[in-house]
């Protein structure tokens, strides 16, 4: 008989055996369940501007981004700031079988039908320009009377002694651009923040405590016309110490206006969005600010939100709710103590708050 006393113990290997095959076990039901869910249905959509702006490059750049993320192949179309022209765009992409179409309208109202024929054939989702009264599910973009309010209040700041102020803007037939104006006038003549804004016509008289509004410049999207336009309407109101500018262009064709007029360093002029001449304008002083839109996610969100809807129609889900909502982006402030950053991050930044024109709550 052999004395096994001092002798080491066999291991047991029982819980190790168990633990493999666990994990065995774990990986096949890992394995099998992925290799039986489908596959994500790639879809195709598109989006479409209304003019050919530089200001829709991170809107595109968001949309192809948003493209890659979400399983979509996106097509860009940049209309002419043309009725017809964009019309025969869209419809030239339900020819193709787009499933989705985001676009910015040129005329929100003289395309109602347009685009409830296209929302019978594929999802809809404006940016920038809303058509709250059409068929579309979703509007992505800001809070266009809002901003409005934000440009009145860089003018307070820039003139505070107040005066008289001309806007630019390239329509009124939008109504971002409708809004937006309504926004400077309330604003900068006592009316506050309304929530149930109407709109003054054109020739209305807008007369505050300190400011006034002598005329507005509608440009329909030409840079040279609104140049031309707002050069002429300084002659024709000398009085006047300000201009809000409320497109892309607007600030630069503004600063251009001003040196027609003879009148440099004596207009305070307040933008939109951050173009080259913009930024060199407020870099130089000659533009005070410039209220910006997170143009990059406007883009992202409305190709995101499309896919979102094509799917959910297959699925017969709720990813994108019934009716008619919006997804409103940021806003902020461009000055000249943060267009350093702006451009070194190549974003934008500093959101901001209420207007200071809102009310107290």
Known sequence: MSDRTGASARPNRMPFIAAVAIIVALGAVIYFGMASQPSVKRVKLALVTWNQDPFWDPVVQGALDAGKEFDADVEIVKAKPELEDQNQRIRELIGKGVEGIGVSLNDPTAQEGLLKEVAAKCAVVTMDVDAPNSARRVFVGIDNYSAGHFAADEMREALPEGGAIIITVGSIDMLHGRERRQGVIDGLIDRHYLMEHSFDPLDAT????????????????????????????????????????????????????????GKQGQIK???????????????????????????????????RLLADEV?????????????????IVEINILKKDNLQQLRDSKSVHTPVGKPTTQPLS
């Not at 080259?276 to 990059?296: F, H, N, P, R, V």
Request: charged share 20%; glycine share 8%.
């Open 311 to 327: 799917r959910s129609s297959d699925k017969k889900s709720q990813a994108v709710p019934a009716g008619p909502r919006k997804v």
């Open 269 to 303: 002029v307040v933008g939109f969005d951050e173009s080259e001449a913009t930024q060199a304008g407020i870099e130089d002083g000659s533009i005070s600010a410039s209220i910006l839109q997170d143009t990059y996610r406007m883009g992202n969100e409305t190709i």
């Open 206 to 261: 807008l007369k505050g405590s300190n400011y006034s509004v002598a005329t507005t410049i509608i440009d329909h999207g030409d840079t040279a016309k609104s140049t031309q336009l707002l050069a002429e309407a300084l002659k024709t109101h000398p009085e006047v110490k300000g201009v809000v500018a409320l497109f892309s262009y607007s600030a630069g064709a503004a600063l251009d206006a001003i040196k027609q007029a």
